[in-house]
């Protein structure tokens, strides 16, 4: 009933909206359409939506039962159906006694645990480089926190990331460290991903013929199959749990090296404020809720103005790794395209995720949404303070992330032809006062619940990703060929690439 309503509205109205005359038309607009979340500020005013449009998606929200599919994710239920798991990485993140959840306590134990190893590694003045081994959900995570948080690192230790299979990666850090000085933490929820334990092997291997003897003290795992890290002949290992999704799971023992890097009490702040976002998350009014804002965009977006492609822009260089991350969670949550029944959606879910921190993408990318013939929103992340104390460059920075939002709004048309901007084109502008632990931890979270409120109106399962599945099955058959040139049943282009690929 909404969707055909909204559908209508579009069709009549919605569609012709210009954003600089309903900015005239209603002086209030800023007010109206921006708001203050726990840690994040957030002005969507320029987004090509109206009062009618942002009603009938509230709408939509309840006839899709965000709310109740929302608090059957915070109650534990099996909300991840085609897995049959609960869904609960806001657990982890929830103070002791705030939940009547009976893993709670354990989840504060593993806390605990892992954190004073953290404490115990960053007092190590003998480890100077961790190196953190795992892919996907364990490694973006990490690295875009440890990469955000820099500014609270302790000094004298590297942080190295491995994901690829490719050996370049892992020969190059394993040529930039001593087997003496390194800890390697093998981070992989099911320990079954091809990628990281082939990477976890050489790097035991390589330990070893360097003449590395203390396993225990240069190995711990995180994973949720410990059993099988023991079997592998790693003894130190910090555990999870199967209701933490891969993309959500820097909040537990997948974020050992942020809580190396940033140590226990910034580890703790940054639980805390995803906490805060999660608490606004849960009980907000829909129509003040932020992610609940953001969600019913993206879908308006999507559905209805079509848009395919969203473009994230960190005005800040130490967010350089939240698209890739953003990449994962929105992507491999929402990229599906049958609802949690299994029957296939009638309608367009997660849009393609990109982008580069700015200025960079404006010499770059920036003629395209200002000029091309696609529009993309662009999604604007601005930090207050900066965390350095070189003259010019903030406020140049901060200048030039309003005026790209302000361009891509306003156009330019006295020029005509190669000088003409159209403008009216969206963008959504997110400011925190500092890029520190408590408001990356919201940040991260708002995008989480972001995500889950766009599944939700699609209503698909936003926690499995069964379209990982294929290649990687494929990739075991292939493999073998590579060595033994066997083609058969192979398919001409694959057949022609492999005798390439082998030829010589
Ligand atoms: O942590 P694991 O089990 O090694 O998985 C790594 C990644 O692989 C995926 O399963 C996709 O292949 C992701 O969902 C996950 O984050």
Request: hydrophobic share 45%; with cysteine; charged share 20%.
């Amino acid at each position: 009933m909404a969707w055909a309503m909204l559908r209508a509205h579009y069709d009549r109205q919605a569609r012709h909206l210009d954003l600089r005359e309903a900015f005239r038309a209603d002086p209030g607009r800023f007010e109206e359409y921006s708001q203050q979340a726990p840690h994040v500020f957030a002005d969507l005013s320029k987004n090509l939506v109206d009062a009618h449009a942002r009603v009938m998606l509230l709408e939509l929200a309840r006839e899709c039962m965000l709310e109740r599919h929302r608090d059957a994710m915070f109650a534990g239920h099996k909300v991840n159906n085609t897995e049959q798991r609960a869904v609960k990485h806001w657990l982890l993140r929830t103070p002791r006694g705030a939940s009547l959840d009976p893993d709670l306590r354990e989840v504060h134990e593993t806390l605990e645990a892992m954190l004073a190893y953290a404490e115990r590694v960053r007092g190590d003045a003998q480890i100077t480089d961790v190196v953190n081994i795992g892919i996907g959900g364990s490694d973006l995570g990490p690295q875009m926190a440890v990469t955000a948080l820099a500014e609270f690192a302790v000094p004298g230790k590297r942080f190295h990331f491995v994901s690829n299979v490719d050996g370049h990666e892992l020969a190059a850090v394993l040529a930039a460290v001593q087997p003496r000085s390194t800890l390697f933490l093998v981070a992989s929820k099911t320990f079954t991903t091809i990628e990281t334990m082939t990477n976890a092997r050489s790097a035991k291997a390589w330990f070893e013929a360097q003449g590395g003897q203390d396993i225990a003290r240069h190995f711990a795992a995180l994973t949720t199959n410990v059993g099988a890290a023991r079997e592998f002949g790693i003894e130190t290992t910090f555990g999870f749990w199967d209701w933490v999704g891969g993309r959500y799971s820097m909040w537990s023992a997948i974020g050992l090296p942020i809580a190396i890097a940033i140590g226990a009490d910034h580890f703790r702040r940054m639980l805390a404020g995803a906490h805060e976002m999660d608490r606004h998350f849960a009980s907000a009014p829909l129509a003040a809720n932020l992610p609940v804002r953001l969600g019913l965009m993206d879908v308006w977006y999507r559905n209805f103005h079509g848009f395919a492609s969203r473009s994230i822009a960190p005005y800040h260089s130490s967010l350089r790794r939240l698209p890739a991350y953003l990449q994962q969670l929105e992507m491999e949550s929402n990229g599906k395209r049958v609802d949690a029944m299994g029957r296939p959606l009638g309608c367009s879910t997660a849009p393609v995720l990109w982008g580069e921190p700015g200025t960079n993408g404006q010499h770059a990318y920036f003629q395209m949404l200002h000029q091309g013939t696609d529009v993309v929103p662009v999604e604007f992340i601005a930090v207050r303070q900066a965390a350095h104390t070189l003259a010019d460059h903030h406020g140049q920075l901060l200048a030039n992330a309003l005026a790209q939002a302000q361009a891509l709004m306003q156009g330019k048309h006295d020029a005509g032809g190669h000088r003409e901007f159209p403008g009216n084109r969206p963008s959504t502008f997110f400011v925190l006062d500092r890029l520190e632990p408590a408001s990356l931890g919201a940040l991260i979270a708002l995008y989480e619940h972001r995500v889950f409120v766009s599944g939700s109106i699609w209503g698909i399962n936003s926690f499995d990703q069964w379209g990982v599945e294929l290649g990687k099955v494929l990739a075991k058959d292939i493999a073998p060929r590579l060595e033994n040139g066997d083609e058969s049943g192979l398919d001409p282009s694959t057949a022609g690439l492999l005798r390439r690929l082998r030829a010589g």
